[in-house]
């Protein structure tokens, strides 16, 4: 492609557009559009597969604006492009539940691919769509029929770059040999502070060689044709990841240019004007976009039509040609679930198993039914026992990046074909939760593994011993977060995960636990609903024993105990916090028996029971960090025993 | 140092002692051990000045064992070099309360610098310490006197570098030119899925290289003199920090040597027997210490009792030549503060200030008294008020690295002399969590600077406003998490931060908040009380309101329309949770009137306020993700504002 005077007038639309927008409601960010609106349009004028009409549509490049503060920028180009955004939305730019919000929001806006803003997700984000690209066309493909052959591109600026995650994402995308992700660095050597030399002297070409990336250079961000050429020489690279990085000028022709106070501080009137005049723009008047300019954009946007109609042809070539492989091939996009899938014989379990021995018997069982259903562990797979067996070339090897793993596990889950999971201890959820985060924000069905998830897993201690992390993730709106009690619940929750297509951690044990084979029928009801009875007892009962987790076997021992005192007791499991909060009024007030003394047991913090059961409950947990030791010790010194729970009861009792 | 069969008879004891340890546990990693021996050794043998008499001794060398699974070495060279644990302690490894936890706790077990498990914190911890020891250096030394003048040494695995945080703190390492920071990497090519070729092809050497650090290679692990030269070479480099990557074998002479299951899983009796044979070790006895290997141990302990001498004679002389300096020493190693430093005049704060700039306020003030006090933000210093503006070189510019900040901030503050904050936007503690959580658990008197501490942040937006963040913070044991109200509250709210030396987590507000003047007394007594009443009605009040932070000024405005229709309430500010828990059963029990009418209000989950103001207590918080728009506009779709707490506190009155 050769780019003329119209393009450059398309380049200078986005960025008038841009810092209009930013100026209008007085907030944002106008430097990087002004920068990086070269780049921006030369991927999407010279390379992007895209279809603004089926913004879903399979086998679409992917392009992700890892820097999402530029978000101005990806909505002028969606606007111009035809993807529903209206020029009253874009003058709506940060307001009140507008398409338009401050950072690009994926599932509120069309063509946003991801949300972005906390920086370095969206470039980690970008290495699990190129991942599950290659998964894809691995499984799919056949020397004759390219069915899943499409590249992601990431834009990014320094911050991403300096973020740990995008390191750790770099360097799998390099070790995995990603050759169809084309990452293009905005590279000012300006960030909030200053000049990045404030803080940081890396030799970016060094350290991506070093990863394992084709490094390309551009010296001037502002030419079309050197960029240009820069891409096509990074498609060309079929086994290393590409970065190019692009030489630019934050915050380009305005009177600020090339200062950190243009990253985020709207230009003023005037400044905007002296900008438009610096670019020799046609018109003052704000959101203004040449004649000239719009068709140029509308023309571009035609072109992936033709594409779209090819692919259409090519699927069904494949179909008539390979039957079985197109069947597969509709199994996984459309991520069809057997019936029958959960519901193996009474003989499944069979012993007494750690939930996450359960949880590697289940993953394999849903392994066997559903090709699209990959993952893996951040190192830990001997011992969050997620390998596939069968199939062991399905276990992804995310290597000692948990925050990486859980970026790409998002980035996988928001490019579809796939029912991705990653795995790690529960306790370092902690170093994924900005990824966790966001994958709530979405809505996507990224799956989350922790095992060793309490006190439980005793010898390596308090810094791995997690006490906190099962209610902090319960606090993230909008996640579902699964602790099953024992290998039938690891079984059903494992089915909410993979039924119910939504960001879903789920907890097990390191320890092993009874089976509670003979509630089997309650607890796949149950499950559902989050909370349940699993046991009544057959006297007239004088407490409610509630807990999740392993805690809950710990109750039918207290249980046990309190029945020699002639105390019976209730016992119910509580799974999931948020799907019980989902039941109806009814379930919900008919559960929890009103006047009955109620005590909640969990190896965790004990906020948040209280909010949950109501105010008369009283709770047993664990406040402090735990202690290194054999796992009876540990509960022991924490207070977390048959014991404790009975003498505990006893006092609510009387 | 010439190294001899001794030498290796005292690697042979810290591979023996390691395994037995691990052996009698029955839990625990021995690959790590027997593969690094030789380099822990060469580095205490050799060049690390440490006084086991006087372990925190200031001017000692540091010695971090990142890869805190190897544990069991680090005891065994404690135990042999005096520091206080015996044998028996070694025998109690992993086992209930003992001196030697599954990894190593530091605060618990004298010699152990910082508390290690959670991979790559150690070895930014070390870049921590190596940038405290550059910047007491700068302040206190002079051409004459090298006062402050040490080494720090880390041993890390693969695990260690391929941690996020590893590399962000390696970048800030050597873009600040950390000549004194000395990295051994134990490079045996395993991780616990196998060879690390399954996730990891990194050239390290251009890696490091890329990030201004020398790197140097030693190929036989263990051979002592091949790795002392490199250490010597290392210590001479004085500008770039240094990698050793040092070539072992995970396992050494044991029958899994290099393997992935020597890891973690302890030898069974008859490996460690052959492990021994192998090592012509001269007992099958466990816990055997060859009587040479105990003197040559002791010989070497002895030498830095000549060091620390040579420094306290040193310190006499510099007193005399420079007695205002030596002032200044005292005050910085000391961490004196002026007993009236939080007591400026009325007029310090004459205007409505949003908290960030009260606290950027608050920050000059402290800088002015406390020589030692210093910090920055991971790039957003404009924003989060943080800049040290007499002295501009005080401020720390840590990039856009929050995880590596906070990991480094934990090194600052295990190092001692210095005072140091990280500062970010509330919505980035998620990217530092790991290490608040380490901070807690070793209460090193950490500061964290959150500011845009709600929705109240207005049009970034959902991903860019902390709903969760706050009480996720409240949940980590230990952490102390204040949020003002006010400026005043922010003055001493800083207070409680700096003199109570714990482990902080300070949340500022972005917007303008009014100034509570009048109040001043009552806050200054109040908020060391975490909670207390700011506001007791003239008349009878017939509800509570209660609040954090930035909301408690809408209680007021609230209270006001609560008022015209008769109702009065008191305002009860809530600046810390974990400071209320820990007052007396008297203040707790005569805060919140019994039998009135409650209503808390936070602009966050509101999960947490029942377990601490009590069962009776309604609560107003954000239970959603928030929204991009200016601030009023998202406070009132979030429910958020004086109407909506007017009209639900009328509603629990009647």
Known sequence: MKFDATDNLCVNTLRTLSIDMVGQADSGHPGLPLGASPMAYAVW???????????EWFDRDRFVLSAGHGSAMLYSMLHLYGYGLTMEDLKKFRQLDSLTPGHPEHGHTKGVETTTGPLGQGFANAVGMALAEQLLAKKLNTPDFSLVDHFTYVLCG??????GVSYEAASLAGHLKLGKLICLFDSNNIT?????????????????QSQDWQVLEVEDGNN????NAAIRKAKRETEQPSMIIVKTHIGFASPKQDSSCVHGEPLKPAEILAT???LNWPSEEPFFVPEAARARFAEQAAYGEKDRKRWLKLWKKYAEAMPEKAELAK????REIPEQLFDPPTTFFDKPVATREASGKVINLIADALPGFTGGSADLGPSNKTDFLKEPERTLHFGIREHGMASIVNGLALHGGLIPFGATFLIFSDYMRPAIRLAALMRTPSIFVFTHDSIGLGEDGPTHQPVEQLMSLRLIPGLLVLRPADAWETLYAWEAAVRLKRPVCLAFTRQKLPLMTQYREKIAAGLKRGAYLLRGPSTVPSIELIASGSEVSTLFEAAALLEKDGIAARIISVPSFELFREQDKAYKESLFLPNLPKLAVEAGRSIGWTDLVGAEVEVLGVETFGKSAPTAKVYEAMGITAEAIAAKAKKIVR
Chains 1, 2 share one sequence.
């Open 45 to 55: 004028a010279g390379h992007l597969k895209f279809v603004p009409s089926d913004p």
């Open 158 to 163: 320094d911050g991403d770059l300096m973020e």
């Open 192 to 208: 909030i502070e200053g000049s990045t030399g404030l803080a940081f002297n890396e030799d970016m070409k060094k350290r991506f």
């Open 224 to 227: 079309l044709d050197e960029i």
């Open 276 to 278: 438009k005049k610096a």
């Open 331 to 334: 199994a996984m996009l459309g």
